[in-house]
C-alpha cells in the first residue's frame, strides 16, 4: 500500500525538509518500519519498546490510531498518515 | 491562604505560595525541594505575570489603546491571561492557534469574549506565530501584537514578582532555582533577579531532550524559532528533560504532593531533582506552571460529541 505520511517541522531535520513523504505498507505498524528505512531514526522518535511513545498522536486520515487499532490500523492506497506535534508554546 | 481585598482581578496576579516537596525530596537527602505554585494566579499559570505586564507596560506608553485588538500567538495560558484581563480592564482580544489544541482550551478562552483564529496543527507554535505576523503586517494599525516572544515586559514580570517573591519566601537559603524554557521569560526575569543577591545562586534552565516532544509549554531551542528575550549565555546549565520523565513526575507530585500539575511542570520538578541528586545538599526552587486539569484530553464518546 502506498500511503503518505504528513511530517511536523521538529522531525523534518530526518526527511531533508520535506513535509510530506511517501511510505508502503498495510498497517501502521509496516509503515513505520517503511519509513525507518527510508529515513533512519524516525522509529525512535516516534515508538518505544511498549509501542507509540505516549505523547506522539499519529492520525490514520483524521482519526486518532489510539482510538482505532493502534499500530495494527489497517491503512490503504492513498491514505495519509499524519504525525501530529504537541503544541509547544512558552513558558 | 491568602486574605487580600482588591479593586480588581488584575491586581490578584503574583505572592503565590511556595510549598515544600516532602515526599520527593527523600530521593535526594539532604536537600530542600520547594515549588512555587503558579497555577495560583487567577488564570490559572505562571502567564499571568507577563500577560498582565505585557498589557500594562503599552497601556501606560500608548502601544494598547481601547481601538485597537490585541492579537497574539498562543497554547493557551497566555491566551488565557489576556482574555482574562482583556474582559476585566475592557480590551478586545484575538488569539492564534493551532487547530489541534483541546476543545476544553479554546471554551475557556471564548467564554472571556475572545476571538480565536486557527493555525496549521503540523506547524506547531511556530505556525501560529507566523501566521500572527503576516496578520499584524496587514494591518498594523488594527492591532497591538504584544508578542511575548520579543517583549521585554514579559522577563521583566518575573524579575518585578517571581525572583523578588521566592528571596523573600525563602531568603537566603536558595541555592539553586529551576525553570523551564518556553518564551524563556520565566527564567530569564527570575534568574536577572536572582543574581542581584549577595551570594551566587545557581539557575538551572530546563528544555526539552528532543526536537519532537510532549512536554507543551517548553521549548527545544535548537529546532525552534528562538525567542528575542532568551539570553542563552544567562542560566548556569541548561538542563535536558525526556518527556516521559517530565510525565512521570507529573503523576507523582499528584499522587505523593497532592500537586495536581501539566507536564511542563513535571518537567522542572525532574531536572530539579536530578540537581539535587548531583549536589547532595541545598536549597532548590522549581516552578509549577500550571495545573494539570488543563491538560485533560477528552474521551473517546465525548470527541464527536457537539451542542
Not at chain 1, 5 to 23: K, S
Not at chain 1, 33 to 44: C, V, W
Not at chain 2, 78 to 99: D, K, N, Q, W
Amino acid at each position: 500500500m502506498a500511503v503518505t505520511v504528513r511530517i511536523p517541522t521538529p522531525l523534518r531535520t530526518l526527511t531533508g525538509g520535506a513535509d510530506e513523504v511517501p511510505a508502503d505498507g498495510g498497517t501502521v505498524a509496516e509503515v513505520i518500519e517503511s519509513l525507518e528505512a527510508s529515513h533512519p531514526g524516525m522509529k525512535d522518535r516516534l515508538c518505544d519498546e511498549k509501542g507509540v511513545r505516549r505523547f506522539v498522536n499519529l492520525y490514520a486520515n483524521d482519526e486518532d490510531i489510539r482510538f482505532l487499532d493502534n499500530l495494527d490500523t489497517a491503512l490503504k492506497d492513498g491514505d495519509t498518515l499524519s504525525i501530529v506535534p504537541a503544541i509547544a508554546g512558552g513558558i | 491562604m491568602r486574605f487580600r481585598k482588591m479593586e480588581s482581578i488584575v491586581e490578584a496576579v503574583g505572592n503565590t505560595p511556595l510549598v515544600r516537596l516532602r515526599s520527593i525530596e527523600r530521593d535526594a537527602p539532604g536537600v530542600k525541594l520547594y515549588l512555587k505554585l503558579e497555577y495560583a494566579n487567577p488564570g490559572g499559570s505562571v502567564k499571568d505575570r507577563p500577560a498582565r505586564q505585557m498589557m500594562l507596560d503599552a497601556i501606560e506608553d500608548g502601544r494598547l489603546t481601547n481601538d485597537k485588538i490585541l492579537i497574539d500567538a498562543t497554547s493557551g495560558n497566555t491566551g488565557v491571561a489576556y482574555s482574562l484581563f482583556g474582559a476585566a480592564m475592557g480590551y478586545r482580544i484575538a488569539l492564534v492557534m493551532p487547530s489541534n489544541v483541546s476543545k476544553a482550551r479554546k471554551d475557556i478562552t471564548e467564554a472571556f469574549g475572545t476571538k480565536i483564529i486557527y493555525s496549521d496543527p503540523m506547524e506547531g507554535s511556530d505556525g501560529a506565530i507566523r501566521m500572527v505576523r503576516e496578520l499584524v503586517a496587514e494591518e498594523p494599525a488594527r492591532y497591538f501584537y504584544p508578542d511575548q516572544y520579543s517583549n521585554p515586559s514579559n522577563p521583566r514580570a518575573h524579575y518585578l514578582g517571581t525572583g523578588s517573591e521566592i528571596l523573600e519566601q525563602v531568603g537566603d537559603e536558595i541555592t539553586h532555582f529551576v525553570a523551564g524554557l518556553g518564551t524563556s521569560g520565566t527564567c530569564m526575569g527570575t534568574t536577572r533577579r536572582l543574581r542581584e543577591h549577595s551570594r551566587k545562586i545557581e539557575c538551572i534552565a530546563v528544555e526539552p531532550a528532543e526536537a519532537l516532544h510532549g512536554l507543551e509549554g517548553l521549548k527545544h531551542m535548537e529546532s525552534s524559532i528562538v525567542p528575542e528575550i532568551y539570553d542563552p549565555t544567562l542560566p548556569d546549565e541548561i538542563l535536558p528533560v525526556g518527556t516521559e520523565a517530565g510525565w512521570d513526575m507529573s503523576d507523582r507530585l499528584a499522587a505523593q504532593e497532592g500537586l495536581h500539575v501539566g507536564h511542563s511542570t513535571g518537567a522542572n520538578v525532574a531536572g530539579a531533582l536530578e540537581v539535587a541528586k548531583r549536589v547532595g545538599e541545598g536549597c532548590i526552587v522549581a516552578v509549577a506552571c500550571d495545573r494539570g486539569d488543563r491538560y485533560f484530553a477528552p474521551m473517546k464518546w465525548e470527541k464527536h460529541y457537539e451542542w
